[in-house]
């Protein structure tokens, strides 16, 4: 992707069409960078959070977070936390450069090489962001969750978030890969999120919505897991008062790694709605693989249009009753 070429009315803009009017500041982990760029204005750090401190909450500053490979397969160019990266700045925005592909994007974001001792990875608390083409990837054991959300109105586009990326973590039943804590109004678009090379050993969830996450909306999403507990779910709001108003998936494919395939379990249900969440949620034309039933407890929270669903028609907005 060439940034530069993004202009929207003499404008220059990021990928998800949020103008760039602060400073561009580049961060490179590895040292990649041509000399030009590094002695020109634009600052580079080689630490992510570096570059963060450097940002003004409201300017509209932009992080650029060049990606490798450098050769196949590598990912020389991880930008490696020490400790949470808490992104408290308003309409401070996170770009990854590098392919723009739906999985594993060289752009990437993770704890020590010698393994996490800290969770979230990332946790976002700032409204008005932009974060685009990037993998946060948490290989922590205690409680992992790869990106936490309570800020409001940001755009997450492109990002491969995979939590529970060692079996430890993902025995635990407080991991996610993503957790809404009151998070509201932020959009997922063309994400993918959970990760299905570890095994899921216990009843957690991939998404987790709690603290009355209000109007979140995911389209054209991936959300995959491969478990070895059939009680582990996608999204699970399983509390009281865990939503508000809606939690929208549109186009959004649910897929678990099926019975015969690497080993894999059947999940009994999709998603865990609690009966007094506070909220419901809105399936539209989505998909589901590796999983017996979207609801199977069932509370009449979850609500399926123009797909085919238990005791429901498709093309019927029907509650997932028995």
């Not at 202009?7 to 009017?21: D, E, H, R, W």
Request: charge should be neutral; proline fraction near 3%; aromatic fraction near 8%.
């Amino acid at each position: 992707m060439n940034v530069r070429s993004l202009v929207v009315g003499g404008v220059p803009t990021l990928p998800g069409g949020t103008p760039i009017t602060g400073k561009v500041i580049y961060c490179d982990p590895g040292s990649l960078l041509p000399a030009d760029i590094r002695s020109s204005a634009y600052a580079c750090k080689t630490s992510l959070s570096a570059c963060y401190d450097l940002c003004v909450s409201g300017r509209g500053d932009v992080i650029f977070l060049i990606g490798g490979p450098t050769a196949a397969g590598t990912t020389g160019q991880t930008a490696r936390l020490t400790s949470t990266l808490t992104w408290a700045k308003h309409r401070t925005h996170l770009c990854g450069i590098g392919a723009s592909v739906r999985v594993g994007q060289r752009a990437r974001i993770t704890g020590p090489s010698t393994g996490g001792t800290f969770s979230p990875l990332v946790s976002v608390t700032a409204s008005g962001c932009e974060f685009s083409n990037f993998t946060i990837f948490d290989d922590y054991t205690v409680d992992p969750v790869a990106l936490k959300v309570s800020g409001s109105n940001n755009l997450f586009l492109g990002l491969n978030i995979e939590g529970m990326g060692i079996a430890a973590g993902s025995a635990d039943a407080a991991a996610a890969s993503l957790w809404i804590a009151g998070g509201s109004q932020n959009t997922f678009l063309r994400c993918t999120i959970g990760l299905d090379t570890v095994a899921r050993s216990t009843t957690n969830a991939e998404i987790l919505l709690t603290a009355a996450a209000t109007r979140n909306v995911f389209e054209d999403c991936d959300i995959i897991a491969y478990c070895s507990n059939a009680g582990h779910l996608f999204v699970s709001a399983a509390a009281a008062s865990t939503l508000d108003r809606y939690t929208k998936f549109i186009r959004c494919r649910f897929t678990n790694v099926p019975t015969g395939i690497g080993s894999g379990t059947t999940m009994t249900q999709a998603m865990n709605i609690h009966a007094s969440s506070g909220g419901f949620v809105e399936l539209y034309d989505c998909s589901l693989l590796g999983a017996t039933d979207w609801c199977a407890a069932d509370n009449g929270n979850v609500f399926a249009y123009g797909t085919s669903v238990t005791a429901g028609t498709v093309g019927l907005a029907a509650a997932v009753t028995r």
